[in-house]
């Protein structure tokens, strides 16, 4: 499943339902009484519940890959090959596959 699996299209929600995600942030971000943001948000929810649905689908299948074991294989690279401005920490991060 994993190699015809796309995760940049999949993990992205839709223009449509960010809409949607930006109204219940901005609901949640202003509304001083609790039960009457969460009243809002359900409405909303109840109001796009096809596209609510759809975009659980969505993320459940993301997480589906993204329990799948994979395999990789690391390739050492020689110190000489990294470029002349690279920091320490980034080394750092790299020194079991450099070899130095």
Not at 60 to 88: C, F, G, H, W
Request: glycine fraction near 2%.
């Amino acid at each position: 499943m994993a190699d015809d699996f796309d995760f940049g299209f999949s993990a992205v929600s839709t223009e449509e339902f960010q809409k949607i995600v930006d109204e219940v942030n901005e609901i949640s971000n202003t509304e001083k009484d609790e039960e009457i943001a969460k009243t809002k948000i359900a409405e909303i929810e109840k109001e796009h519940e096809v596209l609510v649905e759809e975009r659980k689908a969505q993320l459940y299948e993301v997480a589906k890959v993204l329990e799948e074991e994979a395999e990789i294989e690391l390739t050492t690279i020689n110190r000489n090959s990294l470029p002349q401005d690279i920091t320490a920490k980034q080394i750092g991060a790299l020194k079991k596959i450099i070899n130095l």
